[in-house]
């Protein structure tokens, strides 16, 4: 251990200062969007299933909502622009906007040089879950995703259901990629109903079961027309572990729905970022 500053009290009570306040971001119209889901149709639907995953297109204006319909089950969520990979979602710039957890009203959002919203929440029947007394809550934008590399760098493992070889499979299936190409763009990810935290003491990233039930469901509004892959993670609630063979695990539903004609008047895509990429050259 290092010396103690004198200080050191002092030095901890500074209080934090936002890094990005984003009380000046474009604001979502939630009651045009809500006007529109409520007159939606169900277009079609695609199931992952358990410790597998699925993939799913939505076209910009359309509304894509992940359901749990057995039992308590996570999902891991990527997005890609439909017609360009290199735009996808952007786990860590959505973090720093928005905070480790997403819910109503608050967005998910592309890679650079894009940075626009590519999807907005817009139902979540697990907003009254919170913040739990272990600073645990839902919908987490902080994890990576279970993959193979970290489980044979802990374990020695060669385990392929995880959520990472999940979406790799899905991205391939859905684009005819090899599955090596495939793989360069899959992302961190949005953790569908899982609920996570950092412990207090060590700072480490915990997970603890799901309060997710049957019937559950993340509502979102699509921003512009998206790729999507969902994987059912091989944790099931991610009570216990996760890249498992032996955790009870259920499949989820993406179903996709189509808001009537005239129902979103005045709504137009996000354009792509205005910066100019000169890069002070």
Not at 199 to 226: C, H, W
Request: hydrophobic share 35%; aromatic share 8%; net charge negative.
């Amino acid at each position: 251990m290092t010396r103690v500053p004198p200080d050191a009290e002092a030095r901890r009570a500074v209080p934090p200062v936002i890094c990005y306040p984003n009380e000046t971001l474009p604001q979502p119209d939630m009651a045009l969007y809500r006007g529109a889901l409520a007159g939606a149709l169900p277009m079609a639907s695609v199931m992952a299933a358990p410790r597998d995953a699925c993939h799913f297109r939505v076209s910009a204006g359309q509304f894509f909502r992940i359901r749990s319909v057995e039992g308590p089950q996570v999902g891991d969520l990527n997005l890609w622009n439909a017609d360009d990979l290199s735009e996808r979602f952007y786990s860590g710039k959505t973090r720093a906007l928005h905070g480790t957890h997403v819910s109503t009203g608050e967005r998910l959002w592309s890679s650079f040089p894009h940075l626009r919203p590519m999807a907005t929440i817009v139902e979540d029947t697990l907003d009254w879950y919170g913040i739990d007394a272990f600073g645990g809550s839902v919908h987490d934008v902080i994890g990576t995703r279970c993959d193979p590399y970290t489980g044979n760098l802990l374990s020695g493992s060669q385990y392929h259901h995880c959520c990472h070889s999940n979406l790799t499979r899905a991205l391939a299936d859905a684009t005819g990629l090899p599955l090596r190409q495939a793989e360069a763009h899959v992302h961190d990810v949005l953790n569908v109903f899982m609920c996570t935290g950092f412990t207090r003491n060590t700072g480490q990233y915990f997970m603890k079961a799901s309060p997710v039930r049957p019937g559950d469901a993340l509502t979102f509004f699509a921003e512009i027309d998206l790729l999507g892959a969902l994987s059912a993670c091989p944790g099931g609630d991610c009570s216990s572990e996760h890249s498992s063979d032996t955790a009870a695990c259920f499949p989820l539903e993406v179903e996709i729905l189509a808001p009537a004609e005239g129902a979103l008047a005045g709504w137009q895509p996000p354009a792509r970022n205005g910066y100019d990429r000169s890069h002070g050259r």
